[in-house]
């Protein structure tokens, strides 16, 4: 009798260790780790994108194989020196100027809207969190991007996607937003 009372328990034990195991690796599956030649910042991208050259435009592309309107980006363009990120404004303000500049700029034929902006405290450095819904005249997209000021630097790395993917990959798209690190 005692074997058998032990048995459920040592299955459950077993069933209980097996899914820790698997939320542990879950926080990062389905991601791969990229960092700059020079060593000064990673992120994770999903699995199975593919790096592309971009001349002209923003330092680091991947996008999906299936769903080529998928992407990651990074830019990274100069600030002033001596400026930290909440110099150029609130979260809301950078949020406003990204979109009205970059994303949806007057003549570009697109529309954007602010979803959310947030900041977070990560590794010492203040991070703009930033969500857009992006209207194209044939289609709605859906962008995040966070961006964080760094010895003279402003580093912005976007995802996008189809209006239609949105619901799928959002979770995936917050967790390579958020693994934006400056290592330097």
Not at 87 to 114: F, H, K, M, T, Y
Not at 134 to 145: C, F, I, M, P, S
């Amino acid at each position: 009798m005692r074997s058998i009372l032990q048995s459920p328990w040592r299955l459950l034990l077993a069933l209980l260790c097996v899914l820790s195991l698997s939320a542990c690796a879950g926080s990062t599956a389905g991601l791969n780790s990229f960092q700059s030649p020079d060593g000064r910042y990673a992120f994770l991208y999903p699995t199975g994108w593919t790096r592309v050259a971009v001349s002209n435009g923003p330092q680091v592309v991947f996008h999906d194989l299936i769903h080529s309107d998928e992407t990651v980006s990074l830019v990274v363009s100069d600030v002033d020196a001596n400026d930290d990120l909440t110099q150029l404004g609130s979260a809301v303000a950078v949020g406003e100027r990204l979109r009205r500049d970059v994303i949806a700029p007057q003549g570009s034929g697109r529309a954007a809207d602010l979803v959310e902006a947030t900041e977070r405290e990560s590794g010492g450095h203040t991070f703009y969190d930033l969500e857009y819904a992006v209207h194209l005249q044939d289609r709605d997209r859906h962008e995040l991007a966070t961006v964080v000021v760094d010895r003279g630097r402003l580093y912005t790395l976007a995802t996008s996607t189809n209006e239609e993917r949105w619901p799928k990959v959002k979770g995936l798209f917050d967790k390579v937003i958020s693994s934006f690190t400056l290592l330097i």
